[in-house]
């Protein structure tokens, strides 16, 4: 168990921001750790880190909370789909636009449900003054950018950014591909 | 209880002829008409399809089957044991199977248990994704010698695909291996055979493979390019990790990271391609400070080409690579630079050689194939007859992933690749091409059953998965690992049939 405790440790610190859907399940502290083994089939470190980072947050939002400072503890966010239809959400602070997307029905893909593994999660930030009151990507953000597909210069993982209330407005597209698979130098006439 | 659905799934089959409705069909909101789908190959092309297709058509019944008693391809066997949350992605793909709609059949190969024609009569629409399971070669001297392995061989090893398990590649004779090539694969072998036993001893590495590591006596490991730093075709993300291993010093030559303007070019055209080399230089330059007496070292060797496979004194092992420097030319055609020989050579002494210079897609009987570039012909997933300019579309054939595009790739590649084919397979239905009122043959599920039952073939469905997968990771948690892999095709199909 103890070398398990520190890997998550050292995991916390390096991805202090990542959110995950399966961490979000898990969200009773006593049973953390032997829960999450079993869900899923390989067992992986970061979801048990975010669901502990979940407790805290749940419990430090929950209680009795009037309108306006209810307010205050969500955001909203408008994503565009790949067909240009609209949603609009309402995100609490703390929470990732990938949760979010998934709580609310949003077609955003998180293959490695937020371990920053995937790069299925890319979102543009439709609006270049939203993308700079976000910190920089990390490295290891930027890794995955790398291999995003139709990365712009507002690309961001949706698993990486959480809500904020600068944030409060934010419209985020869902990239379309471009690519064709077909061509790698020549394209054969369809019959 | 596959008798049950056989029995179930045939009388909706002879039903369908009398629901054809025009051109709704498919679409009305009651019960639509079923669009049967076979999907040949379980990785990561296979279920992104399958998952597309459920969601694009409310008919549609996907059938996967798999050589493997195991799903998912290349994330259970290529994907490094250290990397398990690209491995995440596989409780996606169990969602997927779970889907009332799609059935798994493990232990299925096609080519062997069922022929392409018998698919394609009995499914509106086949896709092949079998992936890519052999590999490019040299075509140099020596290459038949032993302790010569390419990567693909050596990763089904260490991640325990039951056609390698009895690799036992010798890490005992020798202090040296080399690495032929510097993508992802390529950097995978090399780290597996640095880090520390320790940190493998707690990911889903086959038994076998950890001690046969732990009594490695490999040191140095050398990655072997054709080009330069600028051009070499890992992602940061592998090569941030392998740079930072513990207690192992980085080996790069300062001269080799001198740049052309035509480099310079590349990268600004290339994100990747500038990110990797700012890690590499920055590498360079570090000179690991304290340096351990058992530190092992990590040798990118560039601008080199493997001309010869030199024996050892035996005649029969590998003793030595005879590598010939290179220098870049821009090639006239495709503007891009490639590697020339100076004609001036070296040989660099080893015990174990992997290449790693990318897999290659085997043909089927029966299916379009390019032999040049190893992938099925196609026209956005579509297959075609060929690949001259004049080619025609085979109906109701399809293909995705690395044997669509070549063996290159992440697991996302594939989902917008799935997407493709998907989207052309949708279009094609819609047309009325893949179900013509005069066909009602199509079986589908009722179908494969039938030809399985007549063959005699025992195929492992996707309980029969959960069932390993239940037993590795029982066997896994004695050793605080996440699963211990079961590695035979013995083994594998006790543990489907408990
Ligand atoms: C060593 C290695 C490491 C990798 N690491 C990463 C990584 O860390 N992150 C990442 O994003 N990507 C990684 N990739 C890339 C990723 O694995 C591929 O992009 C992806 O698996 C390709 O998907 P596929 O479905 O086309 O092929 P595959 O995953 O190879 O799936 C093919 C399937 O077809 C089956 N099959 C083969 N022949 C037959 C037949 N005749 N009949 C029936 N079934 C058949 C096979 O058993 C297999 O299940 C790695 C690849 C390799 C080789
Ligand atoms: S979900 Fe995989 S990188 Fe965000």
Redesign the interface.
Not at chain 2, 387 to 393: F, I, K, N, Q
């Given at each position: 168990m103890f070398?398990?405790i520190s890997r998550l440790g050292a995991r916390l610190l390096r991805e202090p921001r990542a959110e995950t859907r399966?961490g979000n399940l898990l969200n009773s502290g006593g049973i953390l750790y032997q829960g999450h083994?079993n869900r899923?089939?390989?067992?992986?470190?970061?979801?048990t880190v975010l669901s502990l980072r979940n407790v805290l947050l749940s419990t430090a939002t929950s209680g009795d909370q009037d309108e306006s400072s209810q307010a205050k503890d969500k955001i909203s966010v408008t994503f565009v789909n790949k067909d240009g239809s609209e949603k609009t959400i309402s995100v609490p602070i703390g929470m990732s636009m990938l949760e979010a997307a998934h709580e609310n029905d949003i077609e955003l893909?998180g293959?490695?449900?937020g371990?920053?593994?995937?790069?299925?999660c890319h979102v543009i930030v439709m609006d270049v003054n939203y993308y700079n009151k976000l910190e920089d990507p990390a490295?290891?953000e930027?890794?995955?950018l790398?291999?995003?597909?139709g990365?712009t210069e507002t690309s961001r993982l949706g698993c990486q950014v959480i809500a904020k209330p600068e944030l409060d407005g934010m419209r985020l597209a869902l990239p379309v591909?471009t690519?064709?698979?077909?061509v790698?130098g020549?394209?054969?006439?369809?019959? | 209880m596959a008798r049950g659905l056989w029995f179930l799934s045939r009388a909706v089959g002879r039903l369908r002829p009398l629901l054809v409705q025009g051109p709704t069909r498919g679409f009305s909101a009651s019960a639509p008409e079923q669009l049967h789908v076979c999907v040949v190959g379980s990785g990561p092309a296979g279920f992104y399809t399958a998952d597309r297709m459920l969601k694009g058509h409310e008919g549609a019944q996907v059938d996967i089957i798999d050589r493997l008693p195991t799903p998912f391809g290349l994330v259970r066997s290529g994907v490094a044991p250290d990397?398990?949350?690209?491995?995440?992605?596989?409780?996606?793909f169990?969602r997927v199977a779970a889907n009332g709609r799609c059935s798994f059949f493990g232990n299925v190969t096609l080519g062997r248990d069922i022929s392409l024609s018998e698919l394609h009569k009995t499914y509106h629409a086949v896709v092949l994704a079998y992936g890519a399971e052999s590999d490019r070669s040299l075509g140099i001297p020596g290459e038949d010698l032993r302790g010569i392995h390419s990567a693909r061989e050596f990763v089904w090893w260490y991640n325990g695909h039951p056609d390698m398990c009895d690799l036992c590649p010798d890490l005992k004779n020798t202090e040296s291996a080399v690495v032929l090539g510097q993508g992802n694969v390529a950097l995978d072998v090399a780290r597996i055979l640095l880090r520390c036993k320790a940190e493998l001893a707690?990911t889903?590495i086959t038994d076998y493979a950890l001690d046969a590591l732990r009594g490695s006596t490999i040191r140095k490991v050398y990655l072997v390019g054709r080009r330069g730093p600028v051009q070499a075709a890992c992602?940061?993300?592998e090569l941030?990790e392998i740079l930072g291993l513990k207690n192992v010093r980085i080996c790069i030559k300062e001269s080799d990271l001198l740049t052309t303007p035509a480099d310079e070019e590349e990268m600004r055209n290339s994100?990747?391609q500038r990110?990797v080399y700012e890690l590499l230089s920055k590498a360079a330059s570090a000179h690991g400070g304290n340096n351990y007496n058992d530190q092992k070292e990590l040798h990118f060797l560039f601008f080199r080409r493997p001309t010869r496979f030199i024996p050892a004194e035996n005649g029969s092992t590998i003793g030595a690579v005879q590598l010939e420097k290179t220098v870049l030319k821009g090639d006239e055609v495709t503007g891009k630079q490639v590697a020339v020989g100076t004609g001036e050579f070296e040989d660099l002494k080893c015990g174990l050689v992997l290449k790693s210079i990318g897999y290659k897609s085997l043909p089927v009987q029966g299916l379009p194939f390019d032999k040049n570039?190893g992938v099925v012909?196609?026209?956005?997933?579509?297959v075609?007859n060929s690949?001259?300019?004049?080619?025609?579309?085979e109906r109701g054939l399809y293909v995705v992933g690395w044997l669509?595009?070549?063996p290159t790739g992440?697991?996302?590649t594939n989902?917008?690749?799935a997407?493709?084919t998907v989207a052309s397979i949708l279009e094609d239905d819609k047309k009325g091409v893949l179900r013509p009122p005069s066909d009602s043959k199509k079986h589908g599920r009722t179908g494969l059953l039938e030809i399985l039952e007549q063959k005699n073939v025992r195929f492992v469905p996707f309980s029969g998965w959960e069932k390993i997968?239940s037993m590795e990771?029982m066997a896994g948690q004695l050793r605080?690992k996440?699963?211990e892999k079961i590695t035979t095709w013995d083994g594998l199909q006790k543990a489907a049939n408990e």
């Open positions: 070398p398990r399966a083994v899923h089939s390989t067992p992986v470190v970061t979801p893909e293959a490695c449900e371990s920053l593994a995937c790069s299925t490295d290891e930027n890794d995955m790398d291999l995003a597909f990365l591909a690519r064709n698979f077909a790698d020549y394209v054969p006439k369809p019959h | 990397h398990p949350e690209t491995k995440i992605v596989v409780n996606q169990s707690t889903d992602t940061a993300k941030r994100r990747i990110r570039r012909p196609n026209l956005r997933g579509r075609l690949e001259s300019e004049t080619a025609t579309v669509k595009r070549g992440i697991v996302a989902l917008h690749c997407e493709e997968d990771k605080n996440p699963r």
